[in-house]
């Protein structure tokens, strides 16, 4: 059966001996509703690592009063069942709360934090920054996991190990997409069967988007023009309200105009009432054609 931790002394205590008697441990942050991409994560910290714990906790902070916090997946069951296949070398750490009583501290990010999902969700990334902080005192790990399909938050979260020297590595993996290319989420089940149909078509519009945006040859409008016109065949083909659909430095989340190989398509729109995110490189994407 594999171990769960709920409380936060126990799981530092654990964590401290591992680590005392030289065993690598890393950590899997999640919200639970676990897929193959979270699993994608632990099967990569598990080629390095002797020991990884996922940590499963919906976090109330990164919510707005709006958004789905009370309907989103919690399937912790599932997720307990597709983590028992690893037996002793992966734990749970599943606290009821990470926040103390009365807690009224908050890390507020900018830089990468600012632009896209910082204009459209100005309190996400106060919220995922805190969290993880405290994940990382929780779970005193060597190194952290997690996926290039919320490619912005990999980048507060790089940016904020840094500005705070935090004695713990980042890894990132590739997103994992289904057959028909869309990304994996645990929002993913939100979808009716006809919109789920309709879903796909998101990737194979940022794959043409990346091939005339290489093809135009560094011209600025032929990038533009590029996203543009993926956004009006989106929208045509039924998907809802856009909020960005750009080329944007990997590394300050900034948009250009004339992206290179390694600029990162970044998009974010509706389908249905389903928020779907995605992203990938120029290069990656136009090697998936």
């Not at 530092?12 to 005392?20: K, L, Q």
């Amino acid at each position: 059966m594999i171990q769960s931790f709920h409380q936060i002394d126990e799981m530092i205590g654990a964590v401290t001996s591992w680590r005392e008697a030289s065993l690598r441990v890393a950590l899997v942050p999640t919200m639970g509703g676990l897929h193959d991409g979270h699993l994608s994560l632990v099967e990569a910290a598990l080629a390095h690592h002797d020991k990884v714990v996922v940590s499963i906790y919906v976090n109330p902070t990164q919510f707005a009063a709006h958004e789905d916090l009370d309907a989103y997946p919690r399937t912790m069951d599932q997720d307990v069942a597709a983590l028992s296949a690893w037996g002793d070398k992966v734990h749970i750490f599943a606290p009821q709360t990470l926040y103390q009583p009365g807690h009224a501290t908050m890390i507020t990010p900018e830089g990468a934090a600012l632009p896209l999902e910082g204009v459209h969700r100005p309190h996400f990334f106060s919220g995922v920054a805190t969290v993880v902080f405290r994940l990382f005192q929780a779970v005193p790990a060597d190194c952290a996991f997690f996926g290039e399909k919320d490619f912005q938050q990999l980048a507060v979260i790089r940016q904020m190990v840094h500005d705070f020297a935090l004695p713990i590595a980042i890894e990132s993996v590739a997103t994992k997409r289904a057959p028909d290319g869309l990304a994996l989420s645990s929002r993913n089940s939100y979808l009716s069967a006809d919109e789920r149909g309709l879903a796909p078509k998101l990737y194979e519009e940022m794959r043409r988007c990346a091939l005339v945006a290489r093809n135009g040859q560094a011209a600025d409008e032929a990038c533009n023009e590029a996203c543009d016109e993926a956004q009006r065949r989106l929208q045509a083909a039924g998907f809802g309200k856009i909020d960005y659909f750009a080329f944007h430095d990997p590394q300050s989340l900034l948009p250009v105009s004339v992206p290179t190989e390694q600029s990162r398509l970044m998009v974010a729109l509706w389908l249905g009432k389903t928020r779907l995110i995605d992203n990938d490189s120029l290069a990656n994407l136009c090697i998936a054609q």
